[in-house]
């Protein structure tokens, strides 16, 4: 693997945008070609899978790897610096970053505890 700009993932550096103060901004990744099938070609994966009881190319622990990591770039383009996960706490070493990992809702809202 290479990293983009010798860096294992994009750099969050603050937006030079005057209309949007105290954001962040993600360095540009470069672009790659495709199909333009992407969706299409999983939908269909799936439903084979479905008919033919095969593993899919991308499993539900796949997806939910994915969404996890997109959420810690997130958060750490939010905090404004890198972040270590720590797998046995399932916790950041950032206890900032620590409150973004749930939501906070409001009464009478909750999430319910399973």
Known sequence: ??????????????CDDEKKPNTLRMEAVEKRGGSGKGLYLHAGNMLECMRSRELPNADIAIGAEVARLSHMGNISCRV????????????FDNPEANRLIKANYRDPWKLPKV
Do not use: K, V
């Open 1 to 14: 693997e290479q990293a983009i700009n010798s860096r294992p993932f994009p750099y969050c550096y603050p």
């Open 80 to 91: 404004g610096s890198a972040l270590h996960w720590d797998n046995e706490t399932g916790a």
